[in-house]
């Protein structure tokens, strides 16, 4: 498909993990991004991936990427409420800046 | 550094009537990038400018419209507002590299009646 395609909901209870999947579409993507919205917010860059890497590490927020399949997650380890919000993978289009982003993951931490 | 901010926060307009919105970018970053984001379509590309010239335009009609100042400030413009309009318009910063990571402001919040 052409579309960058993310599941729409995930419920989480605080302390568990948070994995929220993502499908891209173009492979010559050199970074791939997650941005988070809160309510009433833009988006925030979260972390991001260089496409030559299979995962990256960044305190609680754990990404992997499976280039074969296209397919992006990000780990949330010990969720908190706080992180309660709209969570979009991105990918860029190749040679220029439009930015492709699925429909948002939104996920809520249950205490 | 002082993050991408836009102007106004909320607007509220009548349909026919036309607005302008503003962008400041992340000081040193040349691209702004317009973007719109409505419960039923996400969020869509609308152009990005680079340099005071629009660069990329994404699919959106002719209402809408843009420019880039020297300084690199972004205004984007839609004319003749239709009730399908009312969205949060996010512009985006960046130096303008091909595929350069983006950084939103808290966008314009556009009603319109």
């Known amino acids: 498909g052409e579309d960058v395609e993310q599941s729409l909901f995930l419920s989480v209870r605080e302390g568990d993990s948070s994995v929220i999947n993502c499908t891209y579409t173009d492979s010559s993507s050199t970074y791939l991004y997650w941005y988070k919205q809160e309510p009433g917010a833009g988006l925030q860059l979260l972390t991001y991936i260089f496409s030559n890497m299979d995962m990256k590490q960044d305190q609680r927020l754990t990404v992997l990427l499976n280039k074969k399949d296209k397919h992006l997650s990000l780990r949330i380890a010990d969720t908190q409420t706080g992180d309660s919000a709209i969570y979009f993978c991105?990918?860029?289009?190749?040679?220029?800046?439009?930015?492709?982003f699925g429909a948002g993951t939104r996920l809520t931490v249950k205490p | 550094k002082a993050g991408v901010t836009q102007t106004p926060r909320y607007l509220i307009k009548t349909r026919g009537q036309q607005v302008t919105l503003s962008c400041s970018p992340i000081s040193g970053h040349r691209s702004v990038s317009w973007y719109q984001q409505t419960p039923g379509q996400g969020l869509q590309f609308l152009f990005e400018?680079?340099?005071?010239?629009?660069?990329n335009k994404g699919n959106f009609p002719g209402r809408f419209s843009g420019r880039q100042f020297s300084n690199s400030r972004s205004e984007m413009n839609v004319s003749t507002l239709e009730l399908g309009d009312s969205a949060l318009y996010l512009c985006?910063?960046?130096?303008?590299?091909?595929?350069?990571?983006?950084?939103f402001g808290p966008g314009t919040r556009l009603l319109v009646l």
């Open positions: 400018y680079f340099s005071e010239t629009q660069r």
């Open positions: 991105a990918e860029p289009q190749y040679n220029n800046n439009d930015m492709r």
């Open positions: 985006a910063s960046s130096l303008g590299r091909s595929q350069e990571t983006q950084y």
